[in-house]
């Protein structure tokens, strides 16, 4: 069974820093691209990154291109987001999730290309 476990959310001021992680089990974690969405508060989620399956490619959304740095430790199973300069518009549910096939190029950004979801950590950025 696949689970995904984040961690490292919570409340920080507008210009500061977080660092999520996301614990991977049950499936060989090298063989496949991570990703990081977000919901805002009545919002659809969103793609926020991705990292290839042995961390060699990166992709951003454009709005935390330069602030945002995905990588993965994958002796540890893990994928980090660092999150850098946070607005308050970054607060939301953030969510990593497992692609849904092996070494998939190009790296996924829809929903439904990704078939394993954490339960989610939230971050508030107050202003």
């Known amino acids: 069974q696949v689970q995904l476990v984040e961690s490292g959310g919570g409340l920080v001021q507008a210009g500061g820093s977080l660092r999520l992680s996301c614990a991977a089990s049950g499936r060989t974690f090298s063989s496949y691209t991570m990703g990081w969405f977000r919901q805002a508060p009545g919002q659809e989620r969103e793609f926020v990154a991705a990292?290839?399956?042995?961390?060699?490619?990166?992709y951003y959304a454009d709005s935390v291109k330069g602030r945002f740095t995905i990588s993965r430790d994958n002796a540890k199973n893990t994928v980090y987001l660092q999150m850098n300069t946070l607005p308050p518009k970054a607060t939301a549910v953030y969510y990593c999730?497992?692609?849904?096939?092996?070494?998939?190029?190009?790296?996924?950004?829809?929903?439904?290309?990704?078939?394993?979801w954490g339960q989610g950590t939230k971050v508030t950025v107050s202003s």
């Open positions: 990292i290839s399956w042995r961390g060699g490619t990166t």
């Open positions: 999730a497992s692609d849904r096939l092996t070494q998939r190029w190009p790296l996924p950004t829809m929903r439904r290309e990704y078939d394993y």
